[in-house]
Structure formats: structure tokens, C-alpha cells
């Protein structure tokens, strides 16, 4: 286990409108307003998006089950965001429902919104974090510089 200690910054609230991409809309806030390690949380509808719901086997490295999702569903989400190769690194973990059918999972390349998202993004001051390439897992992990190691 590693940890890392920090306070909380600024507060966001965002509205995505029908048919905005949540991932491209929080990469683009992210990138204006300089923030780069946060929390998420989403409430509102997706219209469509792909979606990880597991691994095939509990391996390492874990080969995804990737599940498109389409036609309108509720969705309720939380994440993480840390420096990244590629800019900030959303890490968001979602549960989508329509009837008696419900996913969770994390939320990849892409999620439409349908009506609309709201999105909470509080900032993380203080912590000295990156998401890199575990080689044991095969999966981008959080990794605290000057990390305290239990």
C-alpha cells in the first residue's frame, strides 16, 4: 500500500450538455484551468460510450471485457485524475442503468451524454502524484512521489 496526503483545492461544478463526450469536456476543463490531480463525481444520462466491466480472467495482466453502451441509460460515476504521459488521466469508474438492466465499470474512449451531466471535480493541493505503466499489472497506476509505504 502507498498514500499520499493533500488537501483539497478549488471546487467545479460542470453541466455537459446532450451529446457532449464527458471524457474529451473534463480533459479540455482540466487542461484550461491548470488543475492536475482531482476527484470526480458525475450524476445524469449516457447516451452511448464503451465501458471495461471486468477482466476475462483474474490474471495479470488482465485481458478487458469491453461492453458498448447504448440507448440512453442513468449513470452515476466517481474518479480520479493524476499527471499522465498523454496529459490528465482520467481514471472514472461508472454505474449506467436502463430497466432492470445495470453495468458498471470503467468508463474508456468515449461517453455521450444524453440530456445531461453534472460533474463535481474537486482539486487535490498539496500531492506530488503521476499515473504510469505498472510492468507487473500491465495497468496505469497512481504512483505518489514521496510516498509513504505501509
Known amino acids: 500500500m502507498q498514500y499520499a496526503e493533500c488537501r483539497a483545492g478549488r471546487v467545479f461544478v460542470l453541466r455537459i450538455d446532450d451529446g457532449e463526450d ?3 469536456v473534463l480533459r479540455d476543463f482540466l487542461i484550461e484551468t491548470g488543475v492536475s ?34 440507448g440512453g441509460s442513468e449513470l452515476l460515476g466517481f474518479g480520479t485524475v493524476y499527471p499522465g504521459v498523454q496529459g490528465p488521466a ?10 432492470r438492466e445495470t453495468r458498471t465499470g470503467c468508463v474508456r474512449e468515449t461517453a455521450r451524454t444524453y440530456l ?6 474537486t482539486e487535490l493541493v498539496g ?5 504510469e505503466l505498472d510492468e507487473r499489472t500491465g495497468v496505469t497506476l497512481p504512483v505518489f512521489r514521496e510516498e509513504k509505504v505501509l
Do not use: S, Y
Open 90 to 99: 482520467i481514471h472514472l469508474h461508472a454505474a449506467t442503468g436502463r430497466g
Open 127 to 131: 500531492i506530488n502524484a503521476v499515473r
Open 37 to 70: 490531480a482531482a476527484v470526480i463525481q458525475i450524476i445524469g444520462a449516457l447516451r452511448g460510450g464503451m465501458m471495461v466491466t471486468g477482466p476475462r480472467e483474474p490474471v495479470l495482466p488482465p485481458v478487458p471485457v469491453r461492453e458498448e453502451i447504448a
Open 22 to 24: 464527458i471524457l474529451e
Open 116 to 121: 445531461v451531466v453534472e460533474a463535481i471535480i
